[in-house]
């Protein structure tokens, strides 16, 4: 079955031999060539307007403190058990 599959696929086409320059470019038209695509990806991008910046900021502040705070708490809910227990054993 494997057989009759390679003998019902179409013939491989020639393959041309392309002669390619195996000198690579120089540091500065590699530098300038990345430079250019960078401008040209960052034309591309939606950039936020200051109230939105300004609402993501708040956001991720709020949401830093409140975690701090969380983690706070329980570090000193632990620090209260561990105190305990040595009190208990101590």
Do not use: H, Y
Not at 5 to 25: E, G, Y
């Amino acid at each position: 079955m494997a057989e009759e599959k390679k003998n019902n696929a179409a013939p491989a086409k020639a393959v041309t031999a392309v002669k390619k320059d195996d000198a690579k470019p120089g540091f500065f038209k590699r530098a300038v060539k990345w430079f250019r695509e960078m401008k040209s990806e960052l034309k591309k991008v939606i950039w936020p307007t200051g109230k939105t910046l300004f609402n993501n900021t708040a956001i991720s502040v709020a949401v830093m403190l409140a975690s701090a705070v969380v983690l706070w708490c329980f570090d000193e809910l632990a620090q209260m058990l561990v105190r305990a227990l040595f009190t208990l054993l101590g």
